[in-house]
């Protein structure tokens, strides 16, 4: 990667080859959004150069100030960038219907048999790889995000904060963009000067997006209303609608209150089925956002069996991932000049050493709960972190990851051959234990 940023050379994709790219990265985005995050790194940054590294990582933290998933609004946005609103609508849509596909039939199988154990068992290898290619990606993150002793100093804090002190995220974002907007002086105004500032047409563009966006994005709530026969799913597409909207940092942001919501207050499900829910998304491939379908074809399963569950896990997956397409097709024309101006990129570099903080925070938690089969959280007055009891370590896990590693580090074998690779060893060392 480390000619990564010379990617002006590199031709705009066909909308063929970026149909194909994108559905090998659906199919491959296994293990949440730091996964996610480093696998487009990988396609899109260091194997076709059609970003460079600062467009990425501008990318990335824009991404990371909006509500909802952050992964699919990032894929969302490079495709948009490449080809404009059908590249967005194809680099969109490829990163989620894969995972929706799969989670559609385990919804159905969960509910006619309750016990999905043997898709953990299929997918162990899988999250063994994922380990490995997120730390490759951090590590590469990093040396490009971290250009200054502040940027190293407001990483750790952010990780500090997320992992021991549990600080909202929406804080540490905000924190990190203040602290380098204040720091940044004007006098780098070579970027800005080259810039195209926005004009009256682009306020139009957007005005005109935002309103055929959210046209498109209540439709389906605004029928249920006026046939006034659903209430089940017009409450459903509701909430499901407030939670794309309210929910900032991350998928990780989403899961914590979508669980208390559906579980405590509307009770859907009971707390077990929420683990297996959670299980399930962290086990497939596509955003983590994934969850509401699973969530809403089993509430809708027991409202009216499987065509209602059906219905609740199609409309769910429309007012969740719809909004996805509003925010980058509204904002996206803008990023450019932001990251042009001085005091902005000052805040948009100042989100991305957050953000390294935060990837290491998933990354630590990820891997703590696949290498052992018990975690608990501890605590000390206002600190707490996570422990791991030694004697759950998963053996299968840990000499998976070490080959996985070799075949990164040292074989330099592609992300698509160690993940099926692992998951075959990971299948056939679970049968075999």
């Not at 791991?388 to 840990?398: C, E, L, W």
């Not at 074998?413 to 075999?432: D, E, H, Q």
């Amino acid at each position: 990667m480390s000619e990564a940023n010379n990617v002006a050379a590199a031709p705009t994709p066909a909308s063929s080859t970026l149909f194909w790219i994108w559905l090998r990265i659906g199919l491959l985005s296994f293990g949440g959004p730091a996964a996610q995050i480093a696998l487009m790194h990988r396609f899109v940054v260091v194997e076709n150069r059609w970003l460079s590294e600062k467009q990425y990582l501008n990318a990335l933290s824009f991404c990371m100030l909006l509500p909802g998933p952050e992964a699919m609004q990032l894929a969302t946005y490079v495709g948009w960038r490449l080809r404009g609103s059908p590249g967005g609508l194809i680099a969109g849509l490829l990163f989620v219907t894969p995972g929706a596909i799969i989670i559609a039939v385990l919804a159905l199988l969960y509910t006619q048999y309750g016990d999905l154990s043997v898709v953990k068992q299929l997918f162990i290898g899988v999250k063994a790889a994922v380990i490995v290619v997120v730390l490759e990606a951090l590590m590469k993150v990093a040396r490009k995000a971290l250009t200054s002793a502040l940027h190293w100093a407001i990483a750790l804090f952010a990780f500090i904060g997320i992992f021991f002190f549990n600080t909202p995220f929406p804080l540490i974002v905000l924190g990190a963009a203040l602290c380098g907007f204040l720091i940044s002086t004007t006098r780098d105004t070579k970027d800005a000067l080259t810039s195209t500032a926005p004009n009256k047409s682009m306020f139009a563009s957007t005005v005109k997006t935002v309103l055929t966006w959210s046209l498109i994005w209540a439709t389906p709530l605004v029928l249920l209303a006026a046939l006034g026969e659903q209430a089940f799913l017009l409450q459903l597409g509701t909430f499901f609608s407030r939670l794309a909207v309210v929910t900032f940092g991350g998928a990780y942001a989403v899961l914590a209150y979508l669980g208390q919501e559906v579980v405590t207050d509307f009770g859907w499900l009971t707390a077990g089925e929420m683990m297996d829910a959670l299980g399930l998304a962290e086990t497939t491939p596509g955003p983590l956002i994934l969850v509401t379908e699973f969530v809403a074809y089993i509430a809708g399963f027991r409202e009216g069996g499987v065509a209602m569950g059906l219905a609740a896990a199609a409309l769910t997956l429309w007012v969740t991932f719809v909004p996805c397409f509003l925010w980058i097709f509204a904002g996206a024309p803008y990023l450019e000049w932001i990251s042009a101006q001085p005091r902005f990129k000052g805040a948009l570099s100042a989100i991305t050493a957050a953000v390294v903080g935060v990837i290491l925070n998933l990354s630590l938690w990820f891997a703590l709960h696949v290498l052992f089969e018990e975690v608990s959280r501890a605590h000390w007055g206002p600190i707490q972190w996570w422990v791991p009891d030694a004697s759950s370590i998963n053996g299968i896990v840990v000499v998976l990851s070490g080959l996985c590693a070799v075949a990164l580090f040292k074989l330099r074998w592609g992300i698509a051959r160690i993940v099926l690779v692992c998951a075959a060893l990971g299948w056939l060392l679970s049968a075999a234990s």
